[in-house]
């Protein structure tokens, strides 16, 4: 058994029996780090390793010895994106070289909860700098200080989303799973161009306390190759209410210990299921995406679906409700918030980034820093502006009324849609894809599964009735060629 490339359930099965360490697991994916991401098809998508990974390897393993497994996480080897606070000996930079001095104060409340459970944290991958709010000529997965990541089955295809570290590292099997963030986007887009699947949650199921920030619709959640090691690590990273994040609030009785109690062979039968077929940022996606989808509908039928046709005309992109309301006037103040409560380095506010970036043009600002000027000198931080509130009211409540009416009115148990819709990131509503082959060009191609706020137990159970029946995931060939 090639123990890289094997699910969660069946690593937990053989360290159970005594047949594999964490020890021997964590060696395992560092030398395949070291072989095709570091060197060969040098993939970059990691940005740093944890020089403590082994040690805590070893220490769950004597645990597991004394007192049996945590659970389905224990001794798992995970990778965080770099914009998500370690209390550790690694760094915590969203990619920028101007925080490249800063180690976090603390863990984040989702690494804690991670560790809990037993995960081994490997490491940091790359990602688009700041989560891509950095500049508009940005390249998708490109940070000045670890450079570009690179598809695993193509150089030339796109990575896409500011995920894209967290994204390939999956596909490459550098590790068990992987933890990104979304803003709008972030998780699904490199998940769906890197073959694999990718959950983001409802917004308050998990604490958005010390991840480095976009605005109020940043969420993390789970990267991994199927649909079941989504689940496990989705049920590690739930923290229940923070006093830190008020969208957590009142949060415990609609989180779950286990998602993988709605993962069922016959998931499918009798599920009645909203097709959307006004999919978002098309221009983005292979030309055949969407009537590849049209034909993955036939599998959810055959497997005794009900589909019902629901197109849901806004998109939330109307009038740049996304980046202008959203982004722009919400980033510097929830920057500074996080840089005051978690940051150790030299640069404390956006103004200071700016500034170290000015200094340091020739290795900090390649594309500009268009975005962050704007954030800078054009919003006041105290999100007083009229046109901030009309277009996010708009986008709130347009955006959850479209979800949440199409779902009631015709009884649907979720909504799916080729490729990826903007409406469960503006909402912050739940939403998941699942490989459903290639494009003609040999580009990936996913299906999108989203419901209304914390349905994550459908969104799963329906993405893994599709997974079954379609098995549409082919994982790259790496080699020792420098090419791919």
Not at 119 to 143: C, H, Q, W
Not at 250 to 262: G, M
Not at 401 to 410: E, F, G, K, S, T
Request: glycine share 10%; charged share 20%; net charge negative.
């Amino acid at each position: 058994m090639d123990i890289t490339d094997a699910d969660i359930p069946c690593l937990q099965e053989e360290m159970d029996k005594g047949r594999l360490s964490s020890k021997e697991l964590t060696i395992a994916y560092l030398k395949r780090i070291r072989q095709y991401d570091q060197s060969g098809p040098g993939i970059n998508s990691v940005a740093e390793l944890n020089p403590d990974a082994v040690s805590i390897a070893e220490a769950l393993d004597r645990e597991r010895a004394k007192s049996g497994s945590r659970g389905p996480l224990h001794g798992i080897p995970v990778l965080l994106k770099d914009n998500i606070s370690t209390g550790d000996k690694m760094h915590t930079t969203a990619g920028s070289v101007a925080l490249s001095d800063n180690f976090a104060r603390k863990d984040a409340p989702l690494v804690t909860k991670l560790r809990k459970a037993g995960a081994v944290i490997l490491g940091k991958t790359n990602l688009s700098e700041f989560a891509r709010y950095m500049a508009n000529k940005l390249p998708d997965g490109y940070s000045s200080r670890c450079g570009q990541v690179k598809n695993p089955y193509d150089h030339s295809f796109p990575v896409s989303g500011s995920s894209s570290g967290s994204a390939a590292a999956a596909t490459g099997r550098f590790c068990s799973a992987a933890v990104g963030t979304e803003t709008a986007g972030s998780i699904i887009f490199p998940a769906i161009f890197c073959g694999i699947c990718g959950l983001k949650p409802t917004a308050g199921l998990i604490s958005r306390s010390g991840i480095i920030p976009i605005c109020g619709q940043d969420t993390a959640g789970p990267m991994a190759a199927t649909v079941t090691d989504c689940a496990i690590l989705l049920a590690g990273m739930v923290t229940g209410p923070d006093s830190d994040d008020p969208a957590t609030g009142c949060t415990e009785h609609l989180a779950h210990s286990d998602y993988t109690k709605f993962l069922k062979m016959n998931n499918l039968q009798g599920m009645r299921i909203g097709v959307n077929r006004v999919w978002s940022e098309t221009d983005s996606f292979p030309d055949d995406s969407g009537d590849i989808f049209e034909g993955e509908l036939v599998l959810l039928q055959k497997a005794g679906a009900e589909l019902v046709s629901c197109d849901i005309p806004f998109t939330g992109l109307e009038s740049g409700i996304l980046g202008q309301a959203t982004m722009l006037y919400e980033f510097k103040t929830a920057l500074n918030y996080y840089l005051t409560r978690y940051a150790t380095g030299q640069c404390r506010s956006l103004a200071d980034i700016v500034a170290y970036n000015e200094l340091h043009a020739e290795t900090a600002l390649r594309y500009g820093q268009d975005l962050l000027l704007l954030a800078q000198n054009q919003t006041t931080g105290r999100l007083v502006e009229g046109s901030y509130w009309s277009q996010k009211l708009k986008a709130l409540e347009e955006g959850r009324h479209a979800i949440d009416d199409c779902m009631q009115r015709h009884k649907l148990d979720v909504i799916i849609s080729p490729c990826y819709s903007n409406l469960p990131a503006i909402t912050g509503y739940p939403s998941m894809v699942v490989p459903m082959g290639f494009s003609k060009s040999g580009i990936p191609t996913g299906m999108s599964f989203y419901a209304s706020a914390f349905q994550e137990g459908k969104v799963l159970a329906a993405a893994y009735g599709y997974e079954q029946v379609s098995r549409r995931r082919l994982p790259p060939v790496l080699t020792d060629d420098n090419t791919l």
